[in-house]
């Protein structure tokens, strides 16, 4: 066996407990035959017990009051962040509404077009949706943006988002209401931002509860 | 011990600070004489050694508990010092063989209470002419011969700890003893 590579290798492998037991038995016969490796082997072994013998270096007294005064404080934005990170179903549930609300305020400014739920058989000039005499909307009627005239019938509810209802100019307007055609339900008009949240949410909860 | 430790990081991540301050002190001693030795002096040691603490404070959410807290936090001391090395010489080379005066630095540092030069210049004590050895070895073998010695770690443990595979960790070692069996075979 060379002393200089295969015994070395092997020294090194015992030292570092990766030794097979083969190479063990290999290693030991060449010892007891080699007294240059023996020696080597011993010295190796020694560097180490001198290495562990050093002494303990202990660090200052106030080490530790050190560093504590230097941990850097928290600003507001990570205790918030930290918050968020353990409480990941209430961040979700925060974000969820957020996106909610933003995207309703968004519609609603945006959506300045005259929309008519179900226009057929409805006279529309401009901005002015008429139920002509003599016809009779099925169902319930919608209308975005626009005023209604009720000359006809409509057998459901009516909703008015952002329009009002016009009524016939008669000679005796003098006070007296016109009679507003008939609506055989409820009629609503929603005008101001914070109705029209809520009639949409409404709109939503029904949505979900009446899948039929 | 390792059960403690992991206690306390968890209350650390809540927002705790007294249990940080229980970690420093469990592993103060630990960390300042990896910093010292590496470093070869008080000042740059403790300097270090307070920045690896707060480094691991402020990123203790990155840290996986999962994994040894000890090996996690001795990664950003040797990172550290290894920094410190580098900016200390801008020419530096990890490869480059550390000049004596290093050493000398280190020596006249730890014996500096009270002794008369006449003493110091005679009388090397064993003790501190093992540490000048172990001070003049390259930053690369250094490091792993006190991880391994001094700090009793694992070659798994030690790869971690400095991010080099386990082949390169068992050839430092190997050059490392080597290296150090020359300068005390004569002791």
């Known amino acids: 066996m060379d002393c200089n590579k295969e015994a070395l290798e092997m020294m090194h492998k015992h030292l570092d407990g990766d030794i097979t037991r083969e190479e063990e038995s290999l290693l030991r016969s060449h010892l007891e035959g080699c007294v240059e490796c023996q020696k080597h082997l011993h010295e190796l072994k020694r560097t180490i017990t001198l290495i562990q013998s050093t002494e303990k270096l202990k660090a200052p007294d106030d080490f530790t009051s050190k560093v504590m005064q230097q941990l850097p404080v928290e ?3 990570v205790k918030y962040l930290r918050w968020f990170k353990m409480h990941p179903i209430l961040t979700a549930a925060a974000i969820f509404f957020v996106f909610m609300f933003t995207g309703l305020l968004s519609a609603f ?3 300045s077009q005259l929309m008519v739920s179900n226009p057929e058989d409805l006279i529309i ?5 008429i139920v002509p005499e003599g016809v009779t909307v099925q169902g319930d009627l919608v209308v975005q943006n626009g005023n209604l005239k009720i000359d ?7 909703t008015l988002i952002n329009g009002n209802l016009v009524e016939e100019q008669g000679l005796d307007s003098s006070g007296l209401m016109a009679d507003v055609g008939g609506v055989n339900g409820e009629l609503k008009e929603v005008d101001r931002i914070f109705e029209w949240v809520w009639y949409n949410i409404q709109k939503m909860v029904k949505g979900i509860f009446s899948i039929e | 011990m390792e059960l403690i430790i992991r206690d306390k990081i968890k209350q650390v991540k809540k927002g705790d600070h007294a249990a940080f301050e229980d970690i420093v002190m469990f592993y103060q ?5 990896h910093c010292h030795r590496m470093l070869g002096n008080k000042h740059e040691a403790e300097d270090i050694a307070q920045e690896a603490f707060i480094r691991a404070y402020v990123n203790i959410h990155s840290y996986d508990e999962r994994r040894k807290f000890s090996t996690w936090l001795y990664r950003i001391a040797t990172n550290l010092t290894i920094d410190r090395l580098r900016k200390r010489k801008p020419d530096y080379y990890l490869d480059a063989e550390v000049k004596g005066t290093e050493g000398l630095d280190m020596y006249s540092q730890l014996a500096a209470d009270g002794k008369l030069p006449e003493d110091e210049v005679e009388g090397l004590e064993l003790q501190n002419y093992i540490q000048k050895q172990i001070a003049e070895l390259p930053p690369k073998y250094r490091s792993i011969i006190m991880l391994r010695y001094l700090e009793d770690f694992s070659l798994q443990e030690i790869s971690e700890i400095l991010d080099i595979p386990i082949g390169t960790v068992k050839t430092r070692i190997h050059r490392g003893r080597e290296a150090l069996r020359k300068k005390l075979r004569h002791v």
């Open chain 1, 75 to 77: 600003k507001k934005h």
């Open chain 1, 109 to 111: 400014e945006q959506d």
């Open chain 1, 125 to 129: 000039e401009d901005n002015l949706v």
């Open chain 1, 152 to 158: 006809g019938k409509v057998d459901g509810n009516v």
């Open chain 2, 29 to 33: 001693d630990k960390i300042y004489q």
